[in-house]
């Protein structure tokens, strides 16, 4: 049956080519735009994960810009540690050249002064935005490292690096040491010279003449290891409610748990409460040993003994500071170099992340173009197709008028 009020063909052929017309524009919007989910009515699901995940994208290029400038502070403050090393170990060389007999100590000690003038400077100047990691007044730097998603639920977590304290304050003697066997002190300082096989010794910490106070500190050298002992307001406070242990039992209790955690081969350490604040030492090891040890006052700063140091007057005193503040500075040198290597390796990780994020967010909404071209040139087909079928379909009608001739 044939209508000229209804054209079936026609109907037919204009829905094929709105269907072929509306993939055209698909395909044409992925072309133009890269996507093929450009807008959440692509695919409401794809698009809405793609948006998250770029958006932690965008955090981890501030946590990277946080990474670097975190990097140059402490690397800063790493050359600044290596650096004073340097000068301490230079120190260390005049030092040890004033123990000979003839030798113009004045002019080995004018050499001192001018080194420890320089690394003043050196320490005043290792500053980078500011903040000044080797000086003592920072106690820690927080490094914006990741964005830790757990749930719905995303913390910035950072990488704490501890500031080192190579500054120099106001130094005050206390004389709190005292010693027996074979040793030398001048009531901060002293070296204990322990025999191989079975050498003893013993040294006593004392009230001193001054009182302690919170941050005095006792540094130890045991061959080449060192302990330390910084003295805490609970310490003094005990102290002073008159309990059963005084600062030095403190002091001398905790110095013989760091010494013990050591494992130094053959050493042994005793310690007697009735003799408060004294510690007595066994070398039963084969080699000989030195310990060597130095009060600091809670306002002298890691260096600050650097002014009591007097070649002039006292050698061995100045050697045992020395040896001190170098194991100071190499500590500090130390850490600020294991923190900027893992800073380092925080960077290297969220470069890698970054990227493998955006290649995750690019497979779930990039337009394959390869594809996208074979489609294009289908669906233009298509369409030529299409209106040629829709021409054929509109000029059925005329062929009823041939009926009525």
Same mark, same amino acid.
């Given at each position: 049956?044939?209508?000229?009020?209804?054209?079936?063909?026609?109907?037919?052929? !204009?829905?094929?080519?709105?269907?072929? %017309?509306?993939?055209?524009?698909?395909?044409?919007?992925?072309?133009?735009?890269?996507?093929?989910?450009?807008?959440?009515?692509?695919?409401?699901?794809?698009?809405?994960?793609?948006?998250?995940?770029?958006?932690?994208?965008?955090?981890?290029?501030?946590?990277?810009?946080?990474?670097?400038?975190? %990097?140059?502070?402490?690397?800063?403050? +790493?050359?600044?540690?290596?650096?004073?090393?340097?000068?301490?170990?230079?120190?260390?060389?005049?030092?040890?050249?004033?123990?000979?007999? /003839?030798?113009?100590?004045?002019?080995?000690?004018?050499?001192?002064?001018?080194?420890?003038?320089?690394?003043?400077?050196?320490?005043?100047?290792?500053?980078?935005?500011?903040?000044?990691? =080797?000086?003592?007044?920072?106690?820690?730097?927080?490094?914006?490292?990741? !964005?830790?998603?757990?749930?719905?639920?995303? =913390?910035?977590?950072?990488?704490?690096?501890?500031?080192?304290? !190579?500054?120099?304050?106001?130094?005050?003697? %206390?004389?709190?040491?005292?010693?027996?066997?074979?040793?030398?002190?001048?009531?901060?300082?002293?070296?204990?010279?322990?025999?191989?096989?079975?050498?003893?010794?013993?040294?006593?910490?004392?009230?001193?003449?001054?009182?302690?106070?919170?941050?005095?500190?006792?540094?130890?050298?045991?061959? @080449?290891?060192?302990?330390?002992?910084?003295?805490?307001?609970?310490?003094?406070?005990?102290?002073?409610?008159?309990?059963? /242990?005084?600062?030095?039992?403190?002091?001398?209790?905790?110095?013989?748990?760091?010494?013990?955690? !050591?494992?130094?081969?053959?050493?042994?350490?005793?310690?007697?409460?009735?003799?408060?604040?004294?510690?007595?030492?066994?070398?039963?090891?084969?080699?000989?040993?030195?310990?060597?040890?130095?009060?600091?006052?809670?306002?002298?700063?890691?260096?600050?003994?650097?002014?009591?140091?007097?070649?002039?007057?006292?050698?061995?005193?100045?050697?045992? +500071?020395? @040896?001190?503040?170098?194991?100071?500075? =190499?500590?500090?040198?130390?850490?600020?170099?294991?923190?900027?290597?893992?800073?380092?390796?925080?960077?290297?990780?969220?470069?890698?992340?970054?990227?493998?994020?955006?290649?995750?967010?690019?497979?779930?909404?990039?337009?394959?173009?390869? @594809?996208?071209?074979?489609?294009?040139?289908?669906?233009?087909?298509?369409?030529?197709?299409?209106?040629?079928?829709?021409?054929?379909? /509109?000029?059925?009608?005329?062929?009823?008028?041939?009926?009525?001739?």
């Amino acid at each position: 049956m044939s209508s000229i009020l209804t054209n079936t063909g026609a109907m037919v052929a !204009l829905q094929t080519m709105k269907g072929i %017309n509306s993939n055209l524009n698909k395909v044409q919007s992925e072309i133009s735009t890269g996507k093929s989910v450009a807008s959440a009515k692509d695919n409401a699901a794809v698009w809405a994960i793609s948006k998250v995940m770029e958006s932690d994208v965008k955090g981890f290029d501030g946590i990277s810009d946080s990474l670097n400038l975190g %990097n140059s502070t402490v690397t800063v403050a +790493r050359q600044a540690a290596e650096t004073v090393t340097d000068l301490l170990t230079e120190i260390k060389g005049k030092i040890v050249a004033a123990q000979g007999a /003839n030798v113009d100590r004045n002019k080995i000690q004018a050499d001192i002064d001018a080194l420890t003038g320089q690394i003043g400077s050196v320490v005043g100047a290792a500053q980078f935005n500011g903040l000044n990691l =080797v000086d003592g007044n920072t106690a820690s730097m927080a490094v914006l490292a990741s !964005l830790d998603r757990s749930g719905s639920t995303t =913390v910035a977590s950072s990488i704490t690096v501890n500031g080192q304290d !190579l500054g120099f304050g106001t130094y005050t003697a %206390n004389d709190v040491f005292s010693t027996s066997g074979t040793a030398s002190t001048n009531g901060d300082t002293f070296v204990l010279s322990l025999d191989g096989g079975g050498g003893t010794g013993d040294f006593t910490v004392a009230d001193g003449t001054n009182a302690w106070v919170a941050g005095d500190k006792i540094s130890l050298r045991l061959g @080449e290891k060192s302990v330390s002992y910084t003295v805490t307001a609970d310490d003094v406070d005990a102290a002073n409610a008159s309990m059963s /242990n005084t600062v030095p039992d403190m002091i001398a209790v905790g110095l013989k748990n760091a010494i013990d955690s !050591l494992g130094i081969d053959g050493l042994v350490v005793n310690y007697d409460s009735g003799t408060p604040g004294q510690l007595s030492f066994v070398n039963d090891g084969t080699n000989d040993m030195s310990v060597n040890g130095q009060y600091t006052n809670a306002g002298a700063g890691g260096l600050g003994a650097l002014s009591q140091i007097n070649v002039v007057s006292n050698t061995t005193d100045a050697l045992t +500071r020395i @040896e001190t503040m170098l194991q100071t500075a =190499v500590n500090a040198s130390a850490e600020l170099g294991s923190a900027q290597k893992r800073i380092e390796i925080q960077q290297d990780f969220v470069g890698k992340l970054a990227d493998a994020m955006k290649t995750g967010i690019g497979a779930m909404v990039d337009a394959d173009m390869e @594809e996208a071209s074979a489609r294009l040139q289908a669906l233009q087909t298509q369409q030529q197709l299409g209106i040629q079928s829709l021409s054929i379909a /509109n000029q059925a009608p005329q062929s009823i008028l041939s009926l009525f001739r």
